[in-house]
């Protein structure tokens, strides 16, 4: 069983910085595409970046966010620069299922899920 954990949420105000990270267990990376999706409160869950092969990212985020994974730690990374207080939201990291590199930029290609950590962004 896939298990996704989250952590580097927190408080930061507007052009700061954060890192999430997303310890996966269970089973090793490979090429399994993985994404982190983003959800405000009365908004829709939305994607913000995700890496296959190669990484991709949401028009809101390109050149402020980026997305890494180290497969030796079975982890990826979301390093957010130049925050904003529109980019607060819990944060999501999720995995396709097994042997799907390609990054898909909707909540239902993706099989697991973390429990979230929450991003808050102040003015």
């Known amino acids: 069983q896939v298990q996704l954990v989250e952590s580097g949420g927190g408080l930061v105000q507007a052009g700061g910085s954060l890192r999430l990270s997303c310890a996966a267990s269970?089973?090793?990376?490979?090429?399994?595409?993985m994404g982190w999706f983003r959800q405000a409160p009365g908004k829709e869950r939305e994607f913000v970046a995700g890496?296959?092969?190669?990484?991709a990212y949401a028009e809101s985020v390109k050149g402020r966010f980026t997305i890494s994974r180290d497969n030796a730690k079975n982890t990826v990374y979301l390093q957010m620069n130049s925050l904003k207080p529109e980019d607060s939201a819990v944060y999501y990291c999720?995995?396709?299922?097994?042997?799907?590199?390609?990054?898909?930029?909707?909540?239902?290609?993706?099989?697991?899920w973390g429990q979230g950590t929450q991003v808050t962004v102040s003015s």
């Open positions: 999720a995995r396709r299922a097994l042997n799907m590199d390609m990054v898909v930029d909707v909540p239902e290609g993706y099989r697991y």
């Open positions: 890496i296959g092969l190669i990484p």
């Open positions: 269970g089973r090793t990376f490979g090429t399994d595409a």
